[in-house]
């Protein structure tokens, strides 16, 4: 036996005794580290598990009394690690909202994802390529598809803006006295053409509707606005009145102001409904709790969404 097959033989006696005699460790289940633990967190957990063990294997009094001093400089050099590390997510968020949003992602245990889609020959698409591709194909669809056969030449031909003459077009009613259910518009050949009523319009973040009333669009920012406090609510445990101010003033009052020359509230249903979601925010503070409304206001050096608008 030469040294290359000497050499071949050890190898696969030394795969064969790894595969049977050494045993696997899964570390998949392994719990990650929290992101607001830092270093010094870190060796008081350990400090506190070897005290713990410590007890468990003696019984005796003196250990279980050093391994409760232990775990009350634990407990609390977790509770600062925590709140500095909201305290610099919120603080972020003034610049940047990812941070708090990848925040919130990050306490959030439930996990969305594309479940299975149908293609339009009936198979069931489970690869994310395949899922991509019939989302892809679907938003395709929805676009208008023009014919460019016919491009003007705009070097030759200067008066292409003024193709289209308003002039000669007229919105009329036929056949109804009412004349806000049927649109019909009639070119220069004469062929009518239906137009459809739109009820409500989307335009830069505001909602308009037919009758020029914001109430639609005052309860969508308030659903919007309430969503965010209730994260906000779950997932900060500390919430003192610095760390309310950042949060509220990058957070929540931009959506309330935003738009707000606009849709001007005035009537007082939609006036009490923003109010509503402020005094709501305004609770989120545990030592504010027991004051009126008006009260945290002038803690906290706040004007109400009457004086700013």
């Not at 998949?28 to 713990?52: N, S």
């Not at 610099?88 to 708090?100: H, I, L, N, P």
């Not at 037919?210 to 969503?227: A, R, S």
């Not at 925010?281 to 803690?299: D, V, W």
């Amino acid at each position: 036996m030469n040294v290359e097959d000497s050499w071949s033989f050890l190898l696969r006696h030394m795969d064969f005794c790894v595969e049977n005699f050494i045993p696997e460790c899964n570390t998949k289940g392994r719990c990650k580290k929290p992101k607001w633990m830092d270093y010094y967190c870190v060796r008081k957990v350990k400090k506190k598990y070897h005290a713990w063990k410590r007890y468990t294997y003696s019984r005796s009094y003196r250990d279980y009394q050093s391994y409760c001093k232990i775990r009350n400089s634990t407990t609390k050099a977790s509770r600062f690690s925590k709140k500095k590390y909201q305290k610099g997510v919120a603080e972020s968020s003034k610049t940047s909202q990812k941070s708090f949003w990848s925040f919130v992602k990050g306490e959030t245990n439930t996990r969305s994802g594309i479940g299975d889609l149908r293609d339009k020959n009936g198979n069931i698409a489970t690869l994310i390529k395949d899922k991509a591709n019939i989302l892809n194909d679907f938003f395709a669809s929805v676009f208008m598809r023009e014919d460019n056969s016919e491009i003007p030449n705009f070097e030759d031909n200067k008066d292409w803006l003024l193709k289209f003459n308003i002039k000669k077009c007229k919105i009329v009613s036929f056949g109804n006295e009412n004349f806000y259910n049927d649109y019909n518009m009639i070119d220069e050949n004469g062929n009518v053409h239906k137009l459809a009523r739109d009820f409500s319009e989307k335009d830069l973040g505001v909602l308009f509707t037919n009758n020029l009333n914001f109430e639609t669009h005052i309860n969508n920012t308030v659903n919007k606005v309430n969503k965010i406090i209730g994260l906000i609510r779950r997932k900060f445990t500390f919430m003192d009145k610095s760390l309310f101010l950042i949060l509220y003033k990058s957070l929540v009052r931009s959506h309330l102001d935003y738009g707000n020359l606009i849709y001007f509230p005035y009537t007082k249903k939609c006036k009490q409904v923003l109010k509503n979601a402020q005094r709501r925010a305004t609770r989120l503070i545990p030592e504010f709790r027991g004051l009126s409304y008006q009260e945290r206001l002038n803690e906290l050096n706040l004007p109400t969404l009457d004086y700013r608008s």
